[in-house]
């Protein structure tokens, strides 16, 4: 994969996130270029997920700034926010899809409702994608009719159809069978290969140490290192990070 550029296309700095008298996120800053495909990995409760909605303002952070391509997001603004929410995919570990629309009405509705695209337009790009992620014959199926894998595939396709410039993944395959996980990371491999820019929070240790640039380990709210795959997963210097590795190395398998 050749990257575009060495810029930092979103950025992060200071985020910092507290529910109650617990802090989640602890201040973390972070970058990611263009075209560079960043792992999160850390124990459940460790703030993967909470720092993904952060950064997409689906929950409000309580200090520190996110830019999108050297310009500083002004979550308070509402038209800048919906602007910066179709720049910014986000896939979620249950789907999110309504369930009495089609695969393709699902895909459709986001570029009609929020692009204000013609119907018929709408419709053919939808198709499109859908095509991409392997699924046009299943066009006129619902969420019901679709396994786990399939209704995955159908939320990125979704994602895909608003042309973000990053694309936010809360642990994708989490929520599926092992069988159905290959199709889901077939899908994004197929990303990575052309370009798109992504966040993604995973315990594919085998599909991280394949397809990352980096990896960031997360624990407590905090970035307790990052670096290449290889150092976090084979060589870290961190006895905690190694620990982590191991297990999930352990649990998980190195497939993916």
Not at 22 to 42: A, D, M, P, Q
Not at 184 to 203: C, D, E, R, S
Not at 224 to 253: M, N
Request: with cysteine.
């Amino acid at each position: 994969m050749t990257k575009q550029s060495d810029e930092p296309i979103l950025r992060l700095s200071g985020i910092r996130k507290r529910y109650g008298d617990r802090e989640i996120i602890k201040g973390i800053s972070l970058s990611i270029n263009r075209g560079e495909l960043k792992v999160l990995i850390g124990p459940s409760g460790g703030g993967k997920s909470t720092l993904l909605q952060c950064i997409n303002f689906l929950v409000m952070p309580d200090a520190g700034e996110v830019w999108l391509e050297g310009h500083l997001v002004n979550h308070h603004r509402k038209k800048e926010l919906y602007r910066y929410r179709q720049q910014v995919g986000m896939i979620f570990q249950d789907f999110n899809l309504f369930d009495h629309l089609t695969a393709v009405d699902n895909v459709q509705i986001g570029l009609v409702r929020v692009k204000g695209m013609e119907r018929k337009a709408a419709r053919e790009r939808a198709m499109e994608e859908l095509e991409r992620v392997g699924l046009s014959e299943h066009a006129q199926h619902y969420p019901a009719q679709l396994s786990g894998g399939q209704k995955q595939r159908v939320s990125i396709a979704r994602a895909l159809a608003m042309d973000p410039k990053v694309m936010l993944l809360d642990e994708p395959t989490s929520a599926l069978d092992p069988e159905l996980i290959g199709e889901v990371l077939t899908v994004i491999k197929h990303l990575v290969a052309n370009g798109m820019t992504m966040l993604m929070a995973t315990h594919q240790i085998g599909f991280s140490s394949a397809f990352a640039d980096e990896i960031v380990f997360m624990e407590d709210g905090l970035i307790v290192e990052q670096g290449p795959p290889a150092k976090i997963l084979y060589d870290s210097e961190r006895e905690r990070t190694r620990e982590f590795c191991a297990k999930i190395t352990e649990l998980y398998g190195e497939t993916g």
